[in-house]
């Protein structure tokens, strides 16, 4: 099974509305990122959550990570069209100095004008 | 903030053929690079940690032999397919991780290859 599971696995929304992404894990994470992707490109970072109950925003989009460490959110409020591509959640199972990131499959947004 | 760039974007090759695909952190200084591959529509897979000066650490059920990872400095990773086939196909991207500091991976802009 998934270790990471993200949803929705894609979203369709109107120019200014807010929405949600989630990303759950089965087990306890030393991290979770927020990264975005365009297709067919490379990741862009977004954001970097380690402490339960963290919460950091940039611009319009906000992201949290429970207290338990097992689940983030990742909000965007007033989306634009220059919100729309891929959204990937990567987390750090390991908590070691050499960490890999295993990724969720991924959020396709889209953003109607 | 961290450049990685990734060099080529794009290449196609015939099968049988072998293409290196070059991974470097062009602003900081990075003792592990990772590399993944991207399936149509589906999410990143690991393939391996590439550590400078020492053997790359594979996934499970990837080929060391298909795949030659050599990370010959702190700024450059090389990920070379060997005798490439149709179904090596896909988008190959690496990352870095700054020797200092409690960062992020920074990820490249990826490579699409096909093989014909």
């Known amino acids: ?113 | 903030g961290a450049v990685v760039s990734q060099h080529p974007s794009w290449v196609i090759c015939k099968s049988g053929t072998s293409v290196k695909i070059e991974c470097r952190s062009l602003d900081f200084q990075a003792t592990t690079m990772f590399w993944y591959r991207q399936f149509p529509k589906q999410s990143l897979m690991l393939m391996a940690t590439s550590n400078e000066g020492s053997k790359a650490t594979y996934e499970q059920g990837v080929e060391k032999d298909k795949f030659l990872i050599n990370h010959a400095s702190l700024t450059l990773s090389t990920l070379t397919v060997t005798s490439a086939h149709p179904e090596d196909s896909s988008f190959y991207i690496c990352s870095a991780r700054s020797i200092n500091g409690n960062s992020p991976l920074h990820f490249g802009n990826g490579t699409r290859l096909t093989v014909t």
């Open chain 1, 1 to 113: 099974s998934q270790e990471l599971e993200q949803s929705p696995q894609s979203l369709i929304v109107q120019e200014g509305k807010n929405l949600t992404i989630n990303c759950t894990s089965s087990k306890t994470l030393y991290g979770l990122y927020w990264y975005k992707q365009k297709y067919g490109e490379g990741l862009i970072f977004l954001m970097m959550l380690q402490k339960g109950g963290e919460e950091k925003s940039h611009e319009k989009i906000t992201a949290k990570l429970d207290e338990k460490k097992q689940q983030s959110s990742l909000h965007i409020t007033a989306s634009q069209p220059s919100h729309a591509g891929i959204y990937l959640c990567g987390a750090d199972f390991g908590g070691g100095s050499n960490y890999k990131l295993t990724f969720g499959k991924g959020t396709l947004l889209t953003v109607n004008p």
